[in-house]
């Protein structure tokens, strides 16, 4: 049977979040002549998931199948890349398991999909609904937490210029991303303590390389729930510095082999530049400015990310045998 659409949600330990979601999917508007899926992709979870959707599955008499796979490879990057290699769908929306799409998102989707065959991705409008009111002094922090508000008209993302959005409501055309993306990718993204992200922006950035556009399109409205604790400072800090760490990975994708050696010593050397800037402007409050420590923490991520990232390739070289298909082809993409 053709299926037009497939949601798929990754998840990792999401057993507690993934009814909310599901509710919110069974209850979508002008989808009766669209053949779509759930596809739940469990991201190796130590929790009930696995169990969760078995019984959602006794249970479901819904036209639209709940489906369900288990990647064993820790990661978003490869429980997005399974997603891709299990959807029946030529299109493809991500939700993460803490977000919840407006009563008309799957039909809004489909139709920009129709209606944009040159576009690759595009993104939705996503809005932070908080467990707690953030203070108004981060407020200049929170669209690092995947919140997408870009206005109420559609527009392109421009290389170079906006960056690119989050996966949080991000859909994409299949063919898209199995012609361009690596099926192993550089970022992977946080695992464990590990804060190095940016893995959302790595796929999108070899779409758009390959000529697909990206969009965004405010008429897809999510909500995504952001529990207290990513608004303290530690966490805050913690994600900038990945940001920064993932920062040349990201800028060297955009470029030409033969522009990377000079373009890495003049990034070298603005950076360098905006870090002591930082610090003359904000030394004597660096301490009491939860912004200004989190700017400056991204500022040396970002400085110190070609000697880090080579670092970890080198490191993964030494330990991986080298002639692995799979780590050929992650050296390649770096």
């Not at 057993?15 to 209850?27: D, F, G, I, S, Y």
């Amino acid at each position: 049977m053709h299926v037009d659409f497939t949601i798929a949600i990754p998840t990792y330990n999401g057993e507690n979040r993934l009814p909310r979601v599901l509710e919110k999917l069974r209850t979508q508007t002008g989808v009766e002549k669209l053949n779509w899926e759930i596809l739940i992709v469990d991201n190796n979870s130590t929790d009930g998931v696995a169990k969760l959707i078995q019984e959602y599955q006794l249970q479901w008499y819904h036209p639209f199948p709940l489906k369900y796979c288990l990647e064993t490879q820790k990661g978003a990057a490869f429980a997005r890349a399974r997603a891709i290699q299990e959807a029946n769908s030529e299109i493809i929306g991500f939700l993460d398991d803490d977000n919840l799409p407006a009563p008309n998102w799957i039909l809004e989707a489909y139709k920009f999909a129709l209606n944009n065959p040159q576009v690759g991705a595009y993104a939705s409008k996503v809005h932070g609904v908080f467990e707690v009111e953030p203070p108004e002094n981060i407020k200049p922090l929170l669209f690092y937490l995947a919140i997408t508000q870009r206005g109420e008209q559609p527009h392109l993302y421009l290389p170079f210029r906006q960056g690119l959005p989050p996966t949080a409501g991000l859909v994409v055309r299949r063919q898209a991303w199995k012609d361009h993306v690596p099926e192993v990718p550089f970022l992977i993204g946080r695992i464990g303590a590990s804060m190095l992200g940016s893995e959302d922006a790595e796929a999108l950035s070899y779409i758009q390389k390959a000529g697909w556009e990206i969009w965004y399109n405010p008429t897809m409205e999510v909500e995504h729930l952001i529990p207290a604790m990513r608004l303290e400072k530690d966490y805050l800090i913690s994600l900038m510095r990945g940001v920064g760490l993932a920062r040349f990975h990201l800028r060297m994708l955009l470029l030409k082999n033969w522009q990377r050696p000079l373009a890495f010593f003049i990034y070298l050397v603005n950076d360098i530049r905006k870090v002591i800037l930082h610090f003359i402007r904000y030394r004597t409050i660096i301490k009491s400015d939860i912004v200004a420590a989190c700017e400056r923490e991204r500022l040396i991520a970002t400085l110190v990310s070609p000697f880090y990232l080579w670092h970890i390739k080198i490191s993964k070289f030494m330990k991986i045998d080298s002639t692995d298909p799979c780590m050929q082809n992650r050296i390649k993409n770096s």
